[in-house]
């Protein structure tokens, strides 16, 4: 199936009515229905104001990074850039076209359209 690679980088601290960013972005992409989501903490990085962030026992919580990925339709993306748009959220964000689907898939799996 073709799709995207869909990758958005998050404070961890940033919040959006009272929720976790990354929190509400895996919330509304399954409620998208996209077939997936992950969130995953950096343990360091640099963003355009290229101050270096590093996971050390001393930070204070909350200065890290938050990579929250979707392998998505074209339609299930365009979906979630419009509810962000809709909701104001200002979020940097990485879009790879990517072919996808399942191996051996079972009954309870999606159909999958041109598959590679």
């Known amino acids: 199936m073709q799709g995207s690679f869909f990758r958005f980088y998050v404070h961890e601290n940033h ?17 998208l229905g ?7 903490t950096a343990m360091a990085g640099f963003g355009r104001h290229h101050v270096l962030r590093e996971a ?14 979707f392998i998505a339709t074209q339609e299930e993306a365009q979906k979630l850039l419009d509810l962000l748009n809709q909701e104001k959220i200002r979020l ?7 072919s996808f689907g399942v191996i051996n898939p079972d009954a309870s799996d999606p159909p999958t359209a041109g598959d590679c």
């Open 92 to 98: 940097f964000y990485a879009y790879t076209p990517a």
């Open 34 to 40: 996209m077939r997936g989501g992950s969130a995953f």
């Open 15 to 31: 919040r959006h009515h009272g929720r976790l960013v990354w929190e509400w972005l895996l919330e509304h992409g399954n409620k």
């Open 56 to 69: 050390r026992f001393f930070e204070l919580a909350g200065n890290l990074t938050v990579e929250v990925e």
